[in-house]
């Protein structure tokens, strides 16, 4: 028995003419949906990247206990178990966060590796005179992964240097070398269609528009600040990506065609998230709610014991699914502390495996869904908190936690998952804080785009119930739930949130009583404000957003009022200044 994955990064299930697409040119994503099972309701589970995978290797949610960061000592990782039941395993990858700190322990679990050099940021060839970097509409905002980028690119001249052709590459020879031999997974992995939106001409050619503007293919995580026709180059040079990864899907396909791989060989597709491309005027994924562009992800499966191929399946799915998955198609047990369900009881008997799905960032909203509605639940107040990190390998994206952070951890007893071991309890520190938005309720039957809320308090309360299941199943810390402003037991009754909304409301409409007069984008941004602020400056800003007014002799109070403030108020850190023109126009509640 052997095993393919082929997993994409911020892949747009939207995109793909599977989906209902019909401009994207993805012939290759169009015929998995005629050789296997087609997946309408897969849900992703930790976001973003590195929280993904540990999802994908461990069968159980990241999101509530920690943010970013490695595999930890107690973790039931499926690579190393099929290692351990006598299955070789082989990572071909470009995927440049496996080599950062907060990945460094994932690669490390298989056979053998490949790393394929060059993509966004990647620190790989140096260069100590600056490169030329065009003027950009994003800018080189970024630091020091932007500069890297544009010192990369011309390493990167033609289409077979590419990191993702190499990838590619690298899996062909993998199963041509080893088509004969049998118990072996490949888990062959691209960090495109991800940011920067870089591929070549050919595959731009495809899209032909009208575009004078500045070059633009790496959007910044935020608000949408370009014209139309900025924003609409971008999905285009998106839209190129796609077809360059519709291209090499189409040689793994072939590959399974050529040495009738179908027969014996599972294959899987899929991604970690989406990418919101100006939808919900946002860019990006990890900053705004989770729409359904960013948590309802593409899956793909063909499972040769059954045959099933040319179907779809609404069966409510995610991503902590796939460990046990593979672990049941090799006929080995899936340990206690792995939540997902194996998919072959929904491609087998086409039998649901779950009522609802948790899906969330690290400190952002906790969302459910039962495959109808989707709802966000937002923090009891602007503070988010309490919420801390629980774990043993204290790390982030590029490096260990500051000496700061780790000034005053605490020893926590074991969770039920750990194995007896205690871990590190940090207090986060996240620029997250959902509470702008307050807790957000959908239908997606009636409204799939998510373009309003609706108010139903027996559903919300429903599915605050779901929620608390799933979390206390998931062994969440108990201040999750003081965070949420939620029971454990999740029985909320209707007036109290009503209460809830009636507060926010009027943490909403500050009034401070000398006959300002607010624009909508002032109250919104000095919302922000609030929830950035630390608790003793919180109390203090309407005082000291009256006595700036006095000094500046105005009672007009904006967007740039609000970001001057700011930067007065945080004693010159700009840093929070530009948080908030980040998150400007936040949505009234």
């Not at 998106?238 to 599972?266: H, P």
């Not at 609706?454 to 739930?481: D, F, K, S, V």
């Not at 950035?532 to 006095?550: C, I, N």
Request: net charge negative.
């Amino acid at each position: 028995m052997r095993a393919v994955m082929v997993m994409f990064d911020s892949l747009n299930r939207h995109m793909l003419p599977n989906y209902g697409c019909d401009w994207i040119k993805a012939p290759n994503f169009a015929k998995l949906s005629e050789r296997m099972v087609t997946f309408d309701k897969c849900y992703a589970g930790s976001l973003p990247c590195m929280p993904a995978r540990r999802d994908l290797h461990t069968g159980r949610y990241n999101f509530l206990h920690r943010s970013w960061g490695p595999l930890e000592p107690f973790d039931d990782s499926v690579v190393s178990l099929l290692r351990r039941h006598g299955v070789y395993t082989h990572l071909c990858t470009d995927h440049g966060h496996y080599f950062e700190a907060g990945g460094a322990t994932y690669h490390t679990n298989y056979n053998s590796w490949e790393f394929a050099r060059g993509q966004e940021g990647d620190p790989w060839k140096g260069q100590v005179e600056d490169p030329h970097i065009p003027e950009s509409l994003s800018g080189p905002k970024i630091g020091d992964l932007w500069r890297q980028d544009w010192v990369n690119r011309p390493h990167l001249d033609s289409e077979e240097k590419q990191p993702q052709a190499v990838t590619v590459a690298n899996g062909l020879s993998f199963i041509e070398t080893n088509r004969d031999q049998d118990n072996w997974f490949l888990q062959i992995e691209t960090f495109d269609p991800h940011e920067p939106f870089f591929t070549q001409q050919k595959y731009k050619d495809l899209y032909p528009h009208v575009y004078e503007g500045k070059h633009f293919d790496w959007p910044d995580y935020g608000r949408v600040k370009e014209a139309p026709e900025e924003v609409q180059h971008a999905i285009y040079e998106y839209a190129a990506l796609v077809s360059m990864c519709d291209e090499y899907l189409g040689k793994i396909l072939d590959a399974f065609d050529r040495w009738n791989l179908w027969q014996d060989t599972m294959l899987i597709v899929n991604t970690d998230h989406g990418f919101l491309l100006g939808e919900h005027r946002w860019w990006g994924k990890n900053i705004q709610p989770l729409y359904r562009e960013i948590s309802n992800i593409p899956l793909f499966v063909w499972d040769p014991r059954y045959g099933r191929s040319g179907t779809r399946s609404d069966a409510l799915v995610q991503t902590i699914d796939l460990a046990p998955t593979l672990l049941h198609y090799f006929h080995i047990e899936a340990p206690k502390d792995m939540q997902g369900r194996s998919l072959h009881q929904v491609i087998e008997q086409d039998r649901p495996i779950r009522e609802a799905a948790l899906f969330g960032i690290h400190g952002g909203h906790v969302n459910v869904t039962d495959g109808r509605y989707v709802y966000m639940r937002a923090p009891n107040g602007p503070e988010n908190g309490p919420l801390y990190e629980y774990t043993l390998m204290p790390t982030h994206m590029h490096q260990p936690f500051g000496v700061k952070e780790l000034a005053d951890i605490e020893l926590q007893e074991p969770f039920d998952f750990t194995k007896g071991c205690r871990t590190m309890k940090i207090r986060a520190n996240t620029y997250l804080n959902p509470y702008l938005y307050g807790s957000l309720l959908f239908d997606l039957e009636r409204d799939s785009k998510q373009d309003s809320t609706i108010e139903e308090p027996e559903t919300e309360a429903r599915m605050i119930r779901h929620l608390a299941r799933l979390m206390r199943e998931n062994g969440a810390p108990e201040e999750q739930y003081e965070r949420l402003g939620i029971p454990r037991d999740g029985n909320v009754a209707e007036e109290t949130l009503l209460a809830e909304r009636l507060k926010r409301k009027e943490g909403y409409e500050t009034d401070l009583g000398i006959g300002e007069r607010w624009t909508a984008e002032g109250r919104n941004l000095y919302l922000a404000l609030k929830c950035l602020a630390p608790a003793k400056l919180r109390e203090t800003a309407d005082v000291r957003l009256s006595g700036y007014l006095s000094s500046r002799q105005t009672l007009e109070i904006g967007a740039d009022v609000v970001s001057a403030f700011a930067v007065e108020l945080f004693g010159g850190d700009t840093r929070i200044a530009s948080v908030l023109r980040q998150l400007f126009a936040v949505p009234k509640p």
